[in-house]
């Protein structure tokens, strides 16, 4: 049983914080994406005058 304990507290940890960091860079992911988004529309309307 106590082995079980270390196990879970080995890599239980690093599983969550991974998960955790995946799901916030995730979100900046898709800020980012749409700040791209918006800058190449405006690329584009700068270039059409």
Known sequence: MEEL?????????P???S???LVRLE????????????LSKN???ICKF
């Open 19 to 21: 998960i955790y960091l």
């Open 27 to 38: 979100n900046k992911l898709e800020k980012l994406t749409e700040s791209i988004n918006e």
């Open 43 to 45: 690329i584009s309307n």
């Open 15 to 17: 599983i969550v914080l």
């Open 5 to 13: 304990f270390n196990q879970i507290a080995n890599f239980g940890f």
